[in-house]
């Protein structure tokens, strides 16, 4: 059973920056590609990042040049730098195994609300 625990949210001005990280457990992080979603109140929630497991990343059009995602193979940790937050950015932010086989399973994911 995957585990996959979220943490470094928080409140932030806009203009400012967060980094979020990704602990998993339970299963062979290193073949996997990793995403990190956001669900904002009363949308879908989406994949806006996506790394594979030798480090090459995918970005949404809505956060490239912003946000990095980024991964630790020996810590089975992926992370999200995210710079220059706007309030549109605001939501609960989530990662998972870049695959949909595994979407049934999701951490409590962690809040970033962006504002003034």
């Known amino acids: 059973q995957v585990q996959l625990v979220e943490s470094g949210g928080g409140l932030v001005q806009p203009g400012g920056s967060l980094r979020l990280s990704c602990t998993v457990s339970?299963?062979?992080?290193?073949?996997?590609?990793m995403g990190w979603f956001r669900q904002a109140p009363g949308k879908q929630r989406e994949l806006f990042a996506t790394?594979?497991?030798?480090?090459?990343?995918g970005y949404a059009d809505s956060v490239k040049g912003r946000f990095t995602i980024s991964r630790d193979n020996t810590k089975n940790t992926v992370y999200l730098r995210m710079n220059s937050l706007t309030p549109e950015d605001t939501a609960v932010y989530y990662c998972?195994?870049?695959?949909?086989?595994?979407?049934?399973?999701w951490g409590q994911g962690t809040q970033v609300t962006v504002s003034s």
């Open positions: 998972n195994i870049a695959n949909i086989r595994f979407w049934n399973t």
């Open positions: 790394i594979t497991n030798t480090s090459s990343a």
């Open positions: 339970g299963t062979d992080f290193n073949i996997f590609p």
